[in-house]
């Protein structure tokens, strides 16, 4: 049978565009803005950022690289690059989506539930006036976390089955530019509100003393950077197999480092003000800020009903933003595990696509049965949504580090400079990508995994 041609992007931007969908995501909406409220303001975001353009830009230049060289994805990638040993690292590698996948959209699902809230607010309804009561009884509720998590599935299996030019690359044509249009005007929004500025300044001005020990933050900004640049799961590495050869890597790699940071910067001008502001109204404290994975789906909540009128609305445009922002991340998932499904067994894109599809949403429902009708199953003592996000929290440094590993002592990291100069462009950074995917990277990888296990055993009182 004739071998069929491999999908590309249609372009540079079309790529980039792609590649920071993915990157942008919850991580960046949520994740960020809480960890920089606790790890001392601008301490987390100068760390953070120097880490991105470091670690960061390292590592996905290699996978982006690793995609090209290899035209395929993650789980067939090593042995197309003739080191067949290697492979495992390629199914690690595809474990990795698909088994975040499912939950992951299981929390896609409660967005598109505040979603649908939030519209019926608009609409004049009521509903939202207890925002932990809300939460609780939808967690808990017998179906309505599982039928929320099945609409999001489906709706980004069917941009999935479209390919990659129909489907991925105009979902985030519409998408993202809504998106970077909505986070700029809530943020403008916010900073205009009448005492924004103690906020702001919490922010941004660097608290030194709250961050009694900087291998944490540091530990944490590195935590994040993985997760919110896409890194260790495959996805890079198919996107880039879909990338033309004349395009450059580097360049893409900067733009896609940029963007997220961007936008991570961004949502914390949008969240932590008007969180500070509440707290100084309700007498709730900073605490308020540090509420983890609560802040997004019931501390905001509060805060838009403590803004009147218009909270309502300020509420229905965060929960669009967010939901496009899980939808894109979601969808580059999705295409990592079809693509591996596809590259691996020859089969049609709409067979793996149905494959993945029952996948996560088998999976997926012990995650969203897991708070109520399947309480019981408890992984550890841990629901199962916990379980799953912390048994990856620990696989995806394990991942980083052994392609770090693989680049810089078995492939060479002039195979992946060589990539990146295909376009024809000069590449100005080769000792530095050298020491970094050799040395620094390992290392700093394998620091992350030492501080992931000590958090879940509860060891030397780490929390990241
Ligand atoms: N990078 C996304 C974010 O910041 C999260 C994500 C994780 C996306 C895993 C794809 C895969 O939220």
Redesign the pocket.
């Given at each position: 049978m004739e071998k069929p041609k491999r999908a590309s992007w249609s372009g540079s931007v079309a790529f980039v565009l792609a590649a920071a969908a993915?990157?942008?995501?919850?991580?960046?909406?949520w994740?960020f803005p809480y960890l920089a409220a606790r790890y001392g303001g601008g301490v987390f975001i100068a760390v953070y950022l120097a880490l991105s353009l470091t670690l960061g830009f390292t590592l996905l230049i290699t996978e982006i690289a690793i995609g090209r060289y290899s035209r395929q994805s993650q789980l067939t990638a090593f042995r197309a690059l003739g080191h067949p040993r290697w492979n495992f690292l390629g199914v690690l590698s595809t474990i990795v989506?698909l088994f975040?996948?499912p939950y992951?959209n299981v929390i896609g699902g409660w967005v598109i539930k505040y979603f649908t809230a939030y519209l019926k607010l608009v609409a004049g309804g009521g509903g939202l006036e207890n925002p932990q009561g809300f939460f609780d009884s939808f967690i808990t509720a017998p179906w309505d976390p599982f039928v929320c998590m099945a609409i999001f599935t489906a709706v980004s299996c069917a941009v999935i089955v479209m390919g990659v030019k129909n489907g991925i690359e105009k979902a985030n044509l519409v998408m993202m530019p809504i998106l970077l249009l909505m986070a700029v005007g809530l943020a403008v929004y916010v900073a205009l509100l009448p005492g924004a500025g103690e906020g702001i300044r919490f922010y941004l001005i660097p608290d030194f003393s709250s961050c009694d020990n900087l291998g944490k933050v540091i530990l944490g900004a590195m935590g994040q950077m993985f997760?919110?640049?896409?890194l260790a799961?495959g996805?890079m590495i198919t996107y880039g197999s879909y990338m033309r050869r004349c395009d450059s890597v580097p360049k893409a790699s900067v733009r896609i480092v940029a963007a997220?940071t961007f936008v991570a910067i961004l949502s914390g001008f949008m969240i932590i003000p008007v969180v500070v502001m509440f707290a100084a109204k309700s007498g709730g404290g900073r605490a308020a800020i540090d509420a983890g994975p609560g802040l997004m789906f019931v501390t905001l909540p509060k805060v838009f009903a403590s803004l009147g009128a218009a909270g309502a609305w300020v509420g229905f445009l965060f929960f669009v933003l967010v939901l496009f922002?899980?939808f894109t991340?979601?969808i580059?998932?999705t295409e990592?595990c079809v693509a591996a499904v596809c590259d691996f067994f020859h089969i049609r894109r709409n067979a793996a696509v149905s494959a993945v599809m029952l996948w996560t949403v088998v999976l997926g429902s012990l995650s969203a049965f897991g708070y109520g009708r399947w309480a019981v199953f408890k992984p550890f003592g841990l629901p199962a949504l916990d379980f799953f996000d912390s048994s990856m929290n620990v696989l995806t440094p394990i991942v980083a580090a052994l392609i770090c590993a693989f680049v810089g002592w078995v492939l060479h990291p002039k195979r992946i400079l060589a990539e990146c100069q295909r376009d024809g462009s000069a590449v100005g950074f080769r000792l530095f990508y050298a020491v970094m995917v050799k040395f620094v990277a390992p290392l700093l990888v394998l620091a992350i995994l030492i501080s992931e296990i000590c958090r879940i055993f509860n060891i030397g009182g780490w929390r990241i």
């Amino acid at each position: 049978m004739e071998k069929p041609k491999r999908a590309s992007w249609s372009g540079s931007v079309a790529f980039v565009l792609a590649a920071a969908a993915s990157a942008i995501g919850l991580g960046n909406l949520w994740r960020f803005p809480y960890l920089a409220a606790r790890y001392g303001g601008g301490v987390f975001i100068a760390v953070y950022l120097a880490l991105s353009l470091t670690l960061g830009f390292t590592l996905l230049i290699t996978e982006i690289a690793i995609g090209r060289y290899s035209r395929q994805s993650q789980l067939t990638a090593f042995r197309a690059l003739g080191h067949p040993r290697w492979n495992f690292l390629g199914v690690l590698s595809t474990i990795v989506p698909l088994f975040i996948l499912p939950y992951y959209n299981v929390i896609g699902g409660w967005v598109i539930k505040y979603f649908t809230a939030y519209l019926k607010l608009v609409a004049g309804g009521g509903g939202l006036e207890n925002p932990q009561g809300f939460f609780d009884s939808f967690i808990t509720a017998p179906w309505d976390p599982f039928v929320c998590m099945a609409i999001f599935t489906a709706v980004s299996c069917a941009v999935i089955v479209m390919g990659v030019k129909n489907g991925i690359e105009k979902a985030n044509l519409v998408m993202m530019p809504i998106l970077l249009l909505m986070a700029v005007g809530l943020a403008v929004y916010v900073a205009l509100l009448p005492g924004a500025g103690e906020g702001i300044r919490f922010y941004l001005i660097p608290d030194f003393s709250s961050c009694d020990n900087l291998g944490k933050v540091i530990l944490g900004a590195m935590g994040q950077m993985f997760y919110s640049l896409s890194l260790a799961m495959g996805i890079m590495i198919t996107y880039g197999s879909y990338m033309r050869r004349c395009d450059s890597v580097p360049k893409a790699s900067v733009r896609i480092v940029a963007a997220d940071t961007f936008v991570a910067i961004l949502s914390g001008f949008m969240i932590i003000p008007v969180v500070v502001m509440f707290a100084a109204k309700s007498g709730g404290g900073r605490a308020a800020i540090d509420a983890g994975p609560g802040l997004m789906f019931v501390t905001l909540p509060k805060v838009f009903a403590s803004l009147g009128a218009a909270g309502a609305w300020v509420g229905f445009l965060f929960f669009v933003l967010v939901l496009f922002a899980a939808f894109t991340s979601a969808i580059s998932m999705t295409e990592a595990c079809v693509a591996a499904v596809c590259d691996f067994f020859h089969i049609r894109r709409n067979a793996a696509v149905s494959a993945v599809m029952l996948w996560t949403v088998v999976l997926g429902s012990l995650s969203a049965f897991g708070y109520g009708r399947w309480a019981v199953f408890k992984p550890f003592g841990l629901p199962a949504l916990d379980f799953f996000d912390s048994s990856m929290n620990v696989l995806t440094p394990i991942v980083a580090a052994l392609i770090c590993a693989f680049v810089g002592w078995v492939l060479h990291p002039k195979r992946i400079l060589a990539e990146c100069q295909r376009d024809g462009s000069a590449v100005g950074f080769r000792l530095f990508y050298a020491v970094m995917v050799k040395f620094v990277a390992p290392l700093l990888v394998l620091a992350i995994l030492i501080s992931e296990i000590c958090r879940i055993f509860n060891i030397g009182g780490w929390r990241i």
